[in-house]
């Protein structure tokens, strides 16, 4: 069995990533994700840049209390400052503190940077790069040399380009990266030039670090990948400065699924999608649905024509098994959705896969109300809702009648306000009417409901909100607009799930919502006695 060529990975999330807008992790931040990328598979993680703040060098000195299994911790710095010798500049000094057995060093390799912002002469800008990085070789590191603007100091002057990682190779470093610092180079470039290094330097591991301002990061990566390239440098998710580094959860399975090297373990791919699910949470940013291989829709179908497809053959609309990145395929349910939708979302679960005829009933209810402003996507129990109704009997049942509800607000000033919600109930046969308070609206109801059905059905006690998103459907109406409420929950029997409500009162919206929420989790109950009592039956007659 021929062996698959080794590309070494180096994650700069910590370091890179966050230096992305709107991200800012605590330490306890960077040591959890440092935990998780190093139980990926991850070869190098990169902390930090020690010299720039107290919470790195804190990284470098709490991640040596951890237990990595596999990854190499890497510092990073720049280059001595110019007119200091080596041994006597912070930032080298800060880097050996750190005590990381990996240094990566970035250095100038772009005349026009050397000259306009370093502000120093072209020699002595060859000899910081060879004198620094010579000095992390003697003090017995690793050291990698991030080229940086190479690509774009390539083009303005090629033969100085080669000279700084002719200076970095002759200082002992084993790794020479080819940075496109700006993401403004085409892949046709990046493998050309690539190409002519792995050519010069082939004694080396020669690596690529992109840039996504012109969203090719990943193709930039995999050309370079191509041309000879051995070590890739990105994030997870893509974050980082400006438009983001390369994403390190596209690039993975794409060169390990689609071109057969060996990166991580075969099996440690199947994480990827919680571990990009896992940066987002800690970095507290909102997933991107849309992103390729780890993202919510990206296994999602949506019309009924891919449905279809997919139900007889998942290669038709799927380039991979989503199970390879540890995604799932999902069925959307929407005004697009052909019967197909309807069959495979709900089918199976209430034995109407054959029945064509039911399923496009509930698909023109769906379609229906997909038409008021209504949208099932991130609805699921919503929808559940609606099969129910549409196919009565066993299915569904009323737990209580409303009579009426009423919601107060008081404001007694600026600063201070409160709600108060009535609702009246009529539940098997019996009359309530409870009160409660809230801080707003949607929380003095959803008290006053709980009081009202808890004593009949105290398992409600369990299902917690989670939730709460508002969008206006049709704006052009202004405030007389309808809005589309969606609301998240948890419960211990039910697990994750969402309800939407749609009305031009926002307070009406909210209650379909969580009134769907509540009848979703009984009927879900009920369904649980209903096989735990054939199952109880079946083993008395045995």
């Known amino acids: 069995m021929k062996k698959m060529t080794k590309i070494a990975i180096y994650d700069t999330t910590l370091r890179d990533g966050s230096q992305a807008e709107s991200v800012s992790l605590s330490l306890e931040d960077k040591l959890l994700i440092a935990e998780r990328l190093d139980l990926l598979g991850i070869d190098y993680i990169e902390g930090g840049y020690p010299l720039s703040n107290p919470k790195d060098e804190a990284f470098f000195k709490e991640i040596r209390k951890r237990k990595l299994h596999h990854a190499k911790i890497a510092a990073f710095g720049m280059t001595r400052r110019k007119g200091f010798k080596a041994k006597d500049d912070e930032g080298m000094k800060a880097l050996l503190r750190s005590q990381a057995p990996v240094i990566t060093i970035v250095g100038k390799s772009w005349d026009m940077h050397v000259k306009e912002v370093l502000r120093t ?206 995604n799932t395929r999902r069925i959307l349910i929407s005004e697009l959705a ?68 009423r919601c107060v607000i008081l404001q007694t000033s600026q600063e201070n306000s409160s709600a108060e919600a009535i609702v009246k109930l009529s539940v098997d046969g019996q009359t309530v009417h409870t009160v409660a308070e809230g801080d707003g609206p949607v929380d003095a109801l959803d008290g006053a409901l709980r009081k009202a059905l808890i004593p009949f059905y105290p398992s409600l006690e369990e299902l917690h909100l989670i939730d709460y998103k508002v969008r206006v459907v049709n704006p052009r109406a202004g405030t007389a607009a309808k809005v589309r409420v969606v609301i998240g929950f948890s419960d211990s029997t039910c697990g994750l799930f969402s309800t939407v409500g749609v009305h031009e009162n926002i307070i009406q919206a909210s209650w379909l919502a969580l009134t769907d929420a509540m009848e979703y989790k009984l009927l879900t109950e009920a369904d649980e006695g209903r096989k735990s009592a054939k199952a109880k039956a079946k083993r008395k007659t045995r």
């Not at 099969?387 to 209580?400: M, P, S």
């Open 121 to 326: 002469s072209l020699t002595e800008n060859l000899d910081m790069i060879f004198e620094s990085l010579q000095l992390m070789v003697r003090e017995g590191r690793e050291v990698i040399f991030d080229a940086e603007h190479f690509f774009d100091g390539y083009r303005a002057n090629p033969e100085y380009a080669i000279k700084t990682l002719e200076s970095a190779a002759q200082a002992g470093a084993t790794t020479l990266v080819l940075c496109d610092t700006n993401g403004g180079s085409l892949p046709d470039f990046v493998r050309e030039v690539t190409e002519k290094v792995v050519q010069q330097f082939g004694h080396l591991t020669i690596g690529i670090h992109c840039h996504n301002d012109s969203d090719l990061a990943t193709a930039n990566s995999l050309a370079a990948v191509s041309a000879g390239a051995r070590h890739v440098q990105g994030t997870i998710n893509g974050i980082g400065e400006r438009c983001g580094n390369a994403d390190l959860t596209s690039i993975l399975p794409n060169l390990m699924l689609k071109c057969g090297y060996d990166c991580i373990k075969p099996d440690a791919l199947k994480q990827l999608t919680e571990v990009s699910r896992f940066v987002n949470e800690t970095a507290n940013l909102s997933p991107r649905p849309n992103q390729p291989y780890v993202g919510t829709a990206a296994f999602a179908h949506k019309g009924g024509m891919h449905v279809h497809a997919v139900k007889r053959n998942t290669a038709s609309y799927e380039h991979i098994d989503p199970s390879a990145v540890g």
């Open 338 to 405: 052909g019967a197909s939708n309807v069959a495979i979302k709900a089918g199976k679960k209430y034995n109407i896969e054959n029945d064509k005829a039911l399923q496009r009933k509930v698909l023109q209810v769906v379609q229906d109300l997909e038409n008021q402003g209504y949208q099932f996507e991130a609805a699921d129990a919503s929808f559940d809702l609606i099969v129910r109704k549409t196919l009565g009997g066993k299915w569904y049942r009323k737990f209580w009648q409303l009579d009426h509800y």
